[in-house]
């Protein structure tokens, strides 16, 4: 079935560092794209999202590209902040599927030190 | 006013009573779910609902039901809880394909 991986955290960085969390998918379809982002005690909330083969997804400094030839959305930011600490979830769709079942991967927690 | 809204946002309760946990959406979607994080924050769909008819039923013990009045509305009613029922449960809505979901806040269920 559908998966997706996750590099495992945590992971660590001082402020302003670059980030690159990765993402590798496996779908017998094309998938549509997704990283979701949870700050402590709440919810998910969508960061960024991509529907189709090397569509760019980009939102507050993150971007993310949908590379189908190495099946892969890895989430990347130029310059991280303390704020940016959260746990960051990828995770995928089939729009063909009979449900808009969202798949989760197991998530990376991210620590941004001042 | 909050897209999507869960009540109660903590549950404690005692093994072997039934609770329930409210989920409401504005957003005027068609679809909503239920997922539960376990501590080590995987998160793992329950249920789907389609315009209140059930789309997905994953492996979910029987003592877990869905119930849906309405498009707008999803709730989880628990019998007889169990220690590991303890998770965050998640309710969310998404509109048609592709589009990603709107989350509630969590509920936080402790069973001792």
């Known amino acids: 079935g559908d998966s997706v991986t996750q590099m495992e955290g945590p992971v660590t960085l001082s402020e302003e560092a670059f980030l690159t969390i990765n993402c590798t998918y496996t779908a017998t379809g094309y998938p549509s794209l997704f990283w979701y982002v949870q700050y402590p005690g709440e919810g998910l909330q969508l960061l960024l999202k991509?529907?189709?083969?090397?569509d760019k997804g980009s939102n507050k400094g993150f971007e993310a590209t949908y590379r189908k030839e190495t099946t892969s959305f890895h989430l990347e930011k130029g310059s991280v902040q303390v704020s940016d600490s959260a746990v960051y979830f990828c995770a995928l769709s089939d729009p063909r599927g009979a449900t808009n079942k969202l798949i989760f991967g197991t998530g990376t927690l991210l620590a941004v030190q001042p | 006013d909050t897209a999507v809204s869960q009540t109660p946002k903590y549950l404690v309760t005692q093994m072997g009573n039934d609770k329930s946990i409210k989920c409401e959406q504005n957003?005027?979607?068609?679809?909503m779910y239920w997922y539960k994080q376990d501590s080590k924050k995987f998160l793992k769909i329950m249920f789907s609902?389609?315009?209140?008819?059930?789309?997905i039923n994953e492996t979910v013990p029987n003592r877990f039901s869905p119930k849906s009045p309405d498009k707008a509305h999803l709730n989880l009613h628990i019998n007889s809880l169990e220690l590991g029922d303890s998770a965050v449960y998640f309710c969310?809505?998404?509109?048609?394909f592709g589009a990603g979901y709107t989350f509630g806040s969590g509920t936080r269920l402790t069973v001792v």
């Open positions: 609902y389609n315009n209140k008819e059930l789309i």
């Open positions: 957003l005027g979607h068609d679809t």
């Open positions: 969310a809505s998404s509109p048609p």
């Open positions: 991509a529907t189709k083969a090397d």
